[in-house]
């Protein structure tokens, strides 16, 4: 996608209340709704939630939940594994390698196995997407960028020895940032596939929704969203059987709001 995921993003946030640097840090739930509190103190009243973090936040144990979700649904956040795969997209000021999607490093040891992704074939711009993954990744997250971009850079004139240097270049740090800790979900060895399923499934009035909730998608954007319409669906149906007709509320948000719609909890 030429422009990323973001005209996606302003196609399904359009008309929707979204608080930007609300960090949620505890979610207590009752037979009445739901309490949500956010880093500076602020709490925010609904019918229920949906909470979509990745699940390295959820591993973490960043948010806390009132009462404890149950022990089957915390063995599913802590037996599901969770990696990683950065991005170093390096810009270069011409064109110097091969028509291809993919240049590939091939080495003895799967350490130093990764490759490039060729974003000027879909895009146009002079753009290589180098993307290290597994432990490799994790000891280029305590590199500075421009350590990362030099080992990159280091691993691309392997396979194109007479390549120019990048004249910019981006370091995504997934594993490190508080917002995912981690890239995707996995099926951890000699774990059952099921995890994915048990953690979607709803505890009360908390919905589970994203990548690591897909049975049929996970690590994927589509696994995240299609499980995101599959826990508004499950939340809008709960509402509907407490007050009936859905479009005679009014959304409101507060705590002295005595009739709420549901939040939506994510890490954007």
């Given at each position: ?100 999607e ?55 004139k ?24 981690g ?86």
């Amino acid at each position: 996608m030429v422009r990323g995921y973001l005209p996606v993003i302003n196609t399904l946030a359009k008309g929707i209340d979204i608080r930007l640097s609300h960090r949620v840090t505890n979610i207590v739930r009752r037979y009445t709704g739901v309490k949500v509190t956010v880093e500076d103190g602020t709490t925010f009243a609904a019918d229920a939630v949906i909470v979509a973090v990745p699940l390295g936040v959820l591993k973490a144990k960043t948010i806390k939940f009132e009462p404890r979700l149950p022990e089957w649904k915390e063995a599913a956040i802590d037996e599901l594994g969770v990696g990683i795969e950065n991005k170093i997209i390096l810009h270069f000021d011409k064109v110097f390698w091969p028509n291809v999607e993919f240049l590939g490093v091939v080495a003895d040891t799967s350490y130093h196995c990764s490759y490039f992704l060729n974003l000027h074939k879909a895009t146009g711009y002079s753009v290589l997407v180098y993307m290290p993954a597994g432990q490799l990744a994790r000891d280029i997250e305590k590199m500075s960028d421009e350590a990362a971009v030099e080992f990159a850079f280091m691993q691309l004139k392997k396979i194109l020895p007479e390549a120019c240097a990048p004249i910019q270049y981006l370091v995504s740090r997934w594993g490190t940032d508080v917002n995912t800790l981690g890239s995707y979900s996995y099926d951890a060895v000699g774990m059952s596939h099921d995890l994915y399923e048990r953690l979607r499934v709803p505890v009360d009035n908390i919905f589970f929704a994203g990548e690591a909730t897909s049975m049929s998608y996970p690590g994927s954007i589509h696994g995240a969203f299609s499980t995101g319409q599959m826990a508004a669906e499950d939340c809008r149906m709960r509402v509907l059987e407490r007050y009936g007709e859905l479009n005679l509320l009014q959304p409101v948000m507060g705590e002295e709001a005595g009739l709420c719609v549901p939040l939506l909890i994510t890490r954007l």
